[in-house]
């Protein structure tokens, strides 16, 4: 069985702060990884995910992340946080192989202050 | 691009009757899967079905029931509706190879 726990349902930080959004998971075989994000009265989009191969992966609208198998960690961040990336994010697994089914976690608002 | 398409944004029902929610994607994805989503619960997935005339139960399927008859169509059904199941409820598709779920913009259901 595998699970996402998602370090602060609440993140606020000022415009042009980095951003850290911290994510750990557990998952009983290598796992694969996915940040997700949802803006109001939306579903989710898909920002970026890791599978295998480098560990750290690039997404969307400047945003990445980094495996760390040691720390069971897949933390997300952006040097820079612009207003548009008032959001929420969510962090899931999927065990490697055939298991079809995302585990995710609770989420993660983001709010970004002028 | 990959859409799926939930046929209600908002829908307000009554508690009793029976709900159906219908999704629709245009890929020919394999799998499809309906999760609702809480506030301070994330998502939990419902069903999902990897095939047609398939289904496998998720996290949460008491009160349940889910259809899929044709490919690219997958139904959920609240048999009798109650106020608990008033949540925000979200289709996903995706294909084996692609490791990714596209998502629909929800519908936000309201049992009264």
């Known amino acids: 069985a595998q699970s996402v726990t998602q370090l602060g349902s609440h993140v606020s930080v000022s415009e042009g702060a980095l951003v850290l959004l911290r994510c750990n998971y557990s998952s009983s075989v290598p796992p694969y990884l996915f940040w997700y994000v949802q803006y109001p009265n939306q579903g989710l989009q898909l920002l970026l995910k890791?599978?295998?191969?480098?560990?750290l992966v690039k997404g969307i609208n400047g945003f990445e992340a980094e495996f760390k198998k040691s720390e069971t960690s897949f933390h997300l961040t952006k040097p820079s946080a612009h207003m548009s990336d008032a959001a929420e994010y969510f962090c899931?697994?999927?065990?490697?192989?055939?298991?079809?089914?995302?585990?995710f976690g609770k989420g993660t608002l983001l709010t970004v202050n002028p | 691009d990959v859409k799926v398409t939930q046929s209600s944004r908002y829908l307000v029902k009554r508690t009793g009757e029976k709900v159906f929610l219908e999704c629709v994607q245009d890929?020919?994805?394999?799998?499809m899967f309906w999760y609702r989503q809480d506030p301070g619960l994330g998502l939990r997935l419902i069903y999902f079905s990897y095939d047609v005339k398939m289904k496998e139960k998720g996290d949460i399927p008491e009160g349940y029931s889910v259809s899929r008859e044709k490919k690219e169509r997958f139904s959920l059904i609240l048999e009798s509706a109650s106020t608990n199941q008033t949540s925000m409820y979200l289709c996903a598709s995706s294909s084996p190879g692609d490791l990714r779920e596209h998502f629909g913009d929800g519908t936000r259901l309201s049992i009264l």
């Open positions: 890791y599978t295998t191969g480098a560990t």
């Open positions: 890929m020919d994805h394999e799998n």
């Open positions: 899931a697994v999927r065990a490697g192989g055939s298991n079809y089914k995302l585990t």
